[in-house]
Each structure stands twice: as C-alpha cells, then as structure tokens.
C-alpha cells in the first residue's frame, strides 16, 4: 500500500521557478536514499538529484546550480526547487525512494510517483 504521490508541476516561462513535491505514504519503517528523474519526449529517463537519508546531496551537471533536492524527514517528503527554469527542462518529473516497510524490515524496495509535467515555454 506504500506509494508516493508527486505535485507541483506546470507551465512556466523561462526563466521561472517551480517546486515539487512528492509525498511517501503507507506502512514505512524508514526512507534511504530520495531521488528525482525526468525523461524528456524521444530521451532516456536521467537521474536529475540525489539526497540520503543524511542529507548528503549530488545534482546531475545540467542541473547543477539552479535544481536544489531536499526532504523532511518528518513528513515522508521530497522536494525539488527549480530556478532558471530552462526550455531543455521540459520532461516528465518522477520522484524515488528506496523504502523499507513494517511490513518487511529485511529488505528494501524502490517506489515510483506518478510523474508530473513540466514544461518551459514562452
């Protein structure tokens, strides 16, 4: 029953700013590593951020400096702050995490959002 569920995509100019949000619900014990991807028409999906259970993060080159990661711990939650919103960031946004649940503490499995929408345009 566990899932994460994304928002905050849209349309914006270039230029712009964006933040989304992906929340983990369910059964969870704890949440390892938290990751956000896209996938651009005719491209393959790429790892856009990264962020442990500590906090440590690692940002994709195309992104660096404008794609910040973060997560509340207390709430399940990942986040990814775009600013200098780029034409070439228009993709399908899916947030990761890597959970172990109550109901199997030996291992753990990775959970997909939805995706979301992003596109850059004027």
């Known amino acids: 029953q566990e899932q994460l569920v994304e928002s905050g995509g849209g349309l914006v100019q270039p230029g712009g700013s964006l933040k989304l949000s992906c929340a983990a619900s369910?059964?969870?014990?704890?949440?390892?590593?938290m990751r956000w991807y896209r996938q651009a028409p005719g491209k393959q999906r790429e790892l856009v951020a990264t962020?442990?259970?500590?906090?440590?993060?690692d940002y994709a080159d195309a992104v660096k400096g404008r794609f910040t990661i973060s997560r509340d711990n207390a709430k399940n939650t990942e986040y990814l702050q775009m600013n200098s919103l780029k034409p070439e960031d228009t993709a399908v946004y899916y947030c990761?995490?890597?959970?172990?649940?109550?109901?199997?503490?030996?291992?753990?499995?990775?959970?997909w959002g939805q995706g979301t929408q992003v596109t850059v345009s004027s």
């Open positions: 990761n995490a890597e959970v172990r649940t109550r109901t199997n503490l030996l291992w753990t499995n990775d959970y």
């Open positions: 369910g059964n969870i014990f704890s949440i390892n590593d």
């Open positions: 962020i442990t259970s500590g906090g440590i993060t």
